[in-house]
């Protein structure tokens, strides 16, 4: 098969979530644990760093990744979804993963995966432990699909475990309450392997990592506690911070640059510092040179895109991956930040979450160009406008993302402004990206 028939293969005869969402969640880790040992256990081969979290994960795996090959390191990183092309989800040092070499993986093991049915998730977890392998990276930045405890990643035992943080999101799976999805979130802490917690949230949550973190000897630190966030202000396009070491009082980081300029980039920042300050300790080699070159550079060193990118200027257009209402919440503060003679927003979602809370966050007196993303899960962009109807959001429907953006600048002032975001799906569907 070639690479677009292979591909096809694999969306065809693989149960896929971002298609058909729960049908294709597989939780446990029988399946890949067996498709790897088939594999001959290529995860085992190099040194790994595991990110969960609810939100936060994708960008703090892309920090990381590009500041150690900043530091002269040979990096893999697995992430996913991904926008426009599945070779995004595997990068070595920022170059996609060869067309090739998913062919011949496909090709070569096709009769083992038919005979063991896993999911498309697990045999892409699969297929990147065999090319970080086979690419002999110095390590590799593994992020959590969902969860964590039962997810495909958590077979590898890594050096660090970081986890962003906890909010609500595929509670269907995961709980309904934080506790219990922080229960999951905390099963990718190991024996004796130290963890980062990005931010320290409720008395709950908190309790779950701390008991976790101590039944399995693995010393924990949040870098909420670590690092506190100062003069934080964009220039150039880039979120600019100081960064105090609350132990201290004194400056750590004096005019840090972040070229992932999103505001919620803030909670962020703190357990990425903790993060590199604990791969120091493990004796891994990063300047301060790297560090700071690695935050600035992290768009053009690992292909990041969808977080809080400008697409345009007049009017100014913005669009976002956030998804959840914690997500979601940022943006909107972010948004709302903007001067603006008035506010444009060409959203949609997928049908499987419950999105009133969501919609909630959206102002009433905004322009509104409902659409819906290009995948079996899509929100129906009329049912969208119905349900935003119900609480004062009026606009109009649009087959897709890009017809309603369109439409959306041909009826802006070059004072409005514009947001594109609700799904990971419809910022995917991007024509600009």
Known sequence: MNYQETIDYLYSRLPVFQNIGARAFKPGLHTILQLCAHLGNPQEKYRKIHVGGTNGKGSTSHMLASVLQEAGYKVGLYTSPHLKSFTERIRVNGVSVDEDFICEFTSVNKDYIE?????????????????????????????????????????????????????????QFLGDTLDKIAFEKAGIIKDDVPVVISERQEPDVTDVFDSTASERHAEISYGSD????????????????????????????????????????????????????????????????????????????????????????????????AHNYAGVTYTMQQFNSLPSTQQRFVIGFVADKDISAVLDLFPAEGEYYFCQPGNLRALNATELQQKASEIGLKGNVYPDVNKALKRAIYESNPGDTIYVGGSTFVVADLDQL
Request: net charge negative; aromatic share 8%.
């Open 226 to 321: 670590v690092y506190e966030i100062t003069n934080a202000r964009h220039s150039e396009g880039n979120l600019v911070v100081d960064v105090v070491a609350r132990m201290t009082g004194e400056v750590a980081y004096d005019h840090l640059i972040l070229d992932l300029a999103g505001i919620y980039q803030l909670k962020n920042i703190c357990g990425v510092l903790t993060a590199l300050a604990q791969l120091r300790a493990l004796n891994l080699r990063i300047s301060r040179v790297a560090l700071y070159s690695g935050l600035s550079k992290v768009v053009s060193n690992t292909g990041l895109n969808g977080r809080w990118q400008k697409l345009n200027e007049r009017p100014l257009v913005f669009c976002d991956t």
């Open 115 to 171: 005979s063991l049915s896993p999911s498309f998730f697990e045999v892409t977890v699969a297929m990147a432990f065999s090319y970080f392998e086979k690419c002999e990276v110095d390590i590799a930045v593994i992020e959590v699909g969902m969860g964590g405890r039962l997810d495909s990643t958590n077979i590898i035992t890594p050096l660090l475990s970081v986890i962003t943080n906890v909010s609500y999101d595929h509670v």
